[in-house]
């Protein structure tokens, strides 16, 4: 896949915590070097919200994707939005406190999108699903359904 095409391709990364009932959407930029980054808005939904509630955030976060030049060299991981965003105190209690999801388009149209999250920290083993970018409520549920096997370990 060329570069136009991946720079077309939408990302958007999540951050569920138990600890805190919320899950952190984080939309990302693009730059010219081929490096996906966190915007500096970050969306908090309650992890009781319903599934359309949450799936209608997810894609308005999707849609915010967008092509934005930055030197990324100089960037201090204390300024990572998404920590900034946390109620963590520290960047090891975020990556204790906060299971990481990643939302990525599969094709330029970004029509289809696979929801990916990772149950274990430090494993190679991730969940994954696929689901219609139209299909919020799905997108909500998935969400919800994976987070809760991040929590609790049942792979369900």
Same mark, same amino acid.
């Given at each position: 896949m060329s570069i136009d095409n991946l720079s077309k391709i939408k990302m958007v990364a999540l951050y569920g915590s138990e600890k805190y009932c919320h899950i952190l959407v984080a939309p990302y930029y693009y730059n010219e070097a081929?490096?996906?980054?966190? $915007?500096? /808005?970050?969306?908090?939904?309650?992890?009781?919200?319903? @599934?359309? =509630?949450?799936? #209608? $955030?997810? /894609?308005?976060?999707?849609?915010?994707?967008?092509?934005? @030049?930055? =030197?990324?060299? #100089?960037?201090?991981?204390?300024?990572?939005?998404?920590?900034?965003?946390s109620k963590s105190k520290s960047l090891r209690s975020f990556q204790e406190d906060y299971y990481y999801f990643s939302i990525t388009g599969l094709t330029?149209?970004?029509?289809?999108?696979?929801?990916?999250?990772?149950?274990?920290?430090?494993s190679d083993i991730r969940l994954s699903a696929l689901v219609s970018k139209n299909n919020h409520t799905e997108i909500g549920s998935l969400i919800k359904r994976m987070l809760n096997m991040c929590q609790t370990g049942e792979i369900r």
């Open positions: 081929g490096i996906y980054y966190e $915007q500096e /808005i970050i969306q908090i939904i309650e992890t009781n919200s319903d @599934e359309i =509630n949450i799936g #209608d $955030q997810v /894609i308005n976060c999707l849609e915010m994707f967008q092509f934005k @030049e930055k =030197n990324l060299r #100089d960037n201090k991981e204390s300024e990572w939005p998404a920590f900034r965003a330029p149209d970004n029509n289809t999108l696979r929801i990916e999250a990772l149950p274990y920290k430090g």
